[in-house]
């Protein structure tokens, strides 16, 4: 695969980590270091990824167990040598969420190291 494959690879798996409630998985798919951070209506919201990671655990019943739509389109994926940024657009806790992660290659896996959200709708 190549970079860009290996990328959506991980998009995929932040999605399936948030689809699924599963915090293992969202912090198998960030840097022990990522920031994630955003609008929640007026209010900054700034998370490290423990924090991040628990938010998604606790959201229960996941969407997967209530058979919600997915929806999760990759805007865009620029690659430069060993970083990266990706725009996405997925739907999460009844909002639709427009996310610019940015990534890291460490020993040639792609890692999201921060994540800028931005809600739509």
Do not use: C
Not at 17 to 41: C, N, Q, W
């Amino acid at each position: 695969m190549n970079d860009e494959q290996n990328i959506q690879q991980t998009i995929q798996m932040y999605f399936d980590a948030m689809y699924e409630s599963d915090r293992e998985k969202t912090l198998a798919v960030f840097h022990p270091a990522a920031k994630i951070t955003g609008y929640m209506g007026k209010n900054l919201v700034q998370q490290d990824v423990e924090s991040f990671a628990e938010f998604v655990g606790t959201q229960q019943p996941s969407a997967k167990a209530q058979n919600l739509p997915i929806r999760l389109e990759t805007v865009s994926i620029e690659v430069a040598g060993a970083t990266a940024v990706a725009r996405v657009r997925d739907d999460y806790i009844g909002k639709t969420f427009l996310d610019t992660l940015s990534f890291l290659k460490i020993d040639d896996n792609w890692i999201i190291y921060n994540k800028l959200f931005h809600i739509e709708a």
